[in-house]
T-cell receptor, first 116, second 111 residues
């Protein structure tokens, strides 16, 4: 499996402060994703990237921005954190570029963010 | 947007029992995926289904892709304590290879 790490694993921040979460992968996969997980909602897509500097919005993108300046790193930024953004955030990579029959996605271990 | 309904939301199971959960979508898709999430970890792929009617097993897990291509179920046979976790169904949207997840089924095993 591709190496995928998220940092930090846990963070507590105050309302109104900026926060950046980092996702790092080691196998040059093209597609990377940020999801948030909340009780009763499963995982919902925030933003995704299909290459360096190529990103697009998911279903819950308001209040979030992303950047991908290198293949291996995908950053999620909360410009001004709000309590509604308290959640567990997961990064994922898609293996599809390894071959058309590989539909695998690998998820990081998550970042638990609390906005107080 | 895409509606993906998963049921039940949670269940307590007796060790050794067989259990079943299912997902339905409001649209037709070509791929169904089933994931399991252990506490404190990200989801891990269990089974992928690519064709209507397909029945696929992975150890004690069996999943089927419904004939209408709008539903799928996952069965766990002979439950054991390590089956505890949250199970998600998911669909792939071709544009951007994006996953859409169901709300999850939380499985708890009675001691």
């Amino acid at each position: 499996d591709a190496g995928i790490t998220q940092s930090p694993r846990h963070k507590v921040t105050e309302t109104g402060t900026p926060v950046t979460l980092r996702c790092h992968q080691t196998e040059n996969h093209r597609y990377m994703y940020w999801y948030r997980q909340d009780p009763g909602h499963g995982l919902r897509l925030i933003h995704y990237s299909y290459g360096v500097k190529d990103t697009d919005k998911g279903e819950v993108s308001d209040g979030y921005s992303v950047s991908r300046s290198k293949t291996e790193d995908f950053l999620l930024t909360l410009e001004s954190a709000t309590s509604s953004q308290t959640s567990v955030y997961f990064c994922a990579i898609n293996h599809r570029d390894r071959g058309k029959d590989d539909y695998g996605y690998t998820f990081g271990s998550g970042t638990r963010l609390t906005v107080v | 947007g895409q509606q993906l309904n998963q049921s039940p939301q949670s269940m307590f199971i007796q060790e050794g029992e067989d259990v079943s959960m299912n997902c339905t979508s409001s649209s037709i898709f070509n791929t169904w995926l089933w994931y399991k999430q252990d506490p404190g970890e990200g989801p891990v792929l269990l089974i992928a289904l690519y064709k209507a009617g397909e029945l696929t097993s992975n150890g004690r897990l069996t999943a089927q892709f419904g004939i209408t291509r709008k539903d799928s179920f996952l069965n766990i046979s002979a439950s054991i304590p390590s089956d505890v976790g949250i199970y998600f169904c998911a669909l792939i949207k071709a544009a951007g290879n994006k996953l859409t997840f169901g709300g999850g089924t939380r499985v708890l095993v009675k001691p």
